[in-house]
Every structure is written in structure tokens, then in C-alpha cells.
């Protein structure tokens, strides 16, 4: 689901949008494997029960790139845009302690640039080898237990982040490499959240919790005093 301007209280500190990922649970009576590739990527997926007969199930799936595979046998300056990502989603049902979650998203991208050939130096940006990369991830656990007919309550606990990471060195007319900069920006994010919905009527449904965030940051510029 994509919100944008207004959105349900429940959501935080959102500015501008939100993405609500609800990730599909797996097939609890047969286990089912998925293999397709394309020209921007590779994907793998899987799911079904841990074991036949009961009803916990897991599903899983995985993407790496393909330009990744092919990046050795083309240029070093092409740029090639390396990506890869995992979600999965276990599920447990119990008799009466309720349905126990355990969840997770993330995707690790990354980028590398070569110096241009000596010959061709134009400016001192011509000499940089750099790399890029970011990332981002998503994971907890979650618990639903229905408390009567009408009633449900919901907890979850989580933890998600996402950063980035950018270095470059700069090669002198010896064809030696120097750092010449680096960053990094980092966040992450502890959740504890609950929630008790009711429905009263076709009409009406009420939904009354908590949410609790622990937040960290971590930025780090680094830049060489001298040009290399």
C-alpha cells in the first residue's frame, strides 16, 4: 500500500509518503520453487511448510543482478550498477497462543567507477577511482492473537536502517592511488509497536496502541586536505 499527503497515525513520523509492505505468507501444503532470469537480473523464490502436515510455512526470494555476473568482461569505466536484495516471511500458527511472524527485507546496491586512461586526462575528476554503496533492511517479529470473535490484538518487534557508503581515490601522474574522500550516512531504527482492534459494526472499527522508536544516526565526512 502507498500513501501519500495523509496517512493513518499509526505510521509515525512520515513527512511525505508511505510504503506499507505486507509480505505474502507461504504455502502451508506444498512446498513450490521459482527460477527466472531477465536482462537486469537473476530471482529465486521458494516457499511452503517446514514440515508437511503441520501448518508454519516459510517463503523466500532473492535477486542478484545480471549485469553484476557479465561486469568482468566489460569496460572498467562502464559503471555497472551491481544489485542484490532478499525478502522472506516465516510463519507459526498456534492451538491458542496466537500466530507468531518472523519477517525481513533488504537490498544492497553498489556502484564502481575507473579512472579515465592517462591519455585522456582532462581534469583532475579523470583521475578518480570511486565506490558507492547503499543498503537498506527491514526485520522482526510479530505476534496476533484473536482475543474474541470481534477482537484482535497485534505487537510487533523490529529494527530497520538504511545508509550509505562513498570513497574515492585519485590517482597521481605515477599512476599511484591516494584517498582523496569518503562518507557514510547511516541510520537505523528499534520498534516496539501494539495495537488492539475492535469492530463494533460493519460500519465501524476501532484500532488503539502504542508505538515506541529508538533511533540512531551516524555521518561521517572524510575529505584529503591535499589534491592528490
Known sequence: ???TGAFPAEYGNALSGVFDIKLKTGNSSKREYTLQAGVIGVDFATEGPFVKGNNSSYNLNYRYSTMALISPILPDDAGILKYQDLAFKTNFPTKNAGTFTYWGIGALD???MQAADSSDWTSAFDR???QTSLYMFATGLSHKIRVNPSTFLSTTLSASGNGLSHNE????????EHPQSKA???TWRYTIQSSIN???SKKHTNRTGFTYNYLGYNIDI???VEEG
Open 1 to 3: 500500500d502507498f500513501f
Open 184 to 186: 557514510e550516512n547511516n
Open 169 to 176: 581515490q585519485r590517482l597521481d601522474y605515477s599512476l599511484q
Open 128 to 130: 578518480d577511482n570511486s
Open 198 to 200: 475492535k469492530r463494533f
Open 222 to 224: 572524510e575529505k584529503s
Open 110 to 112: 553498489g556502484q564502481e
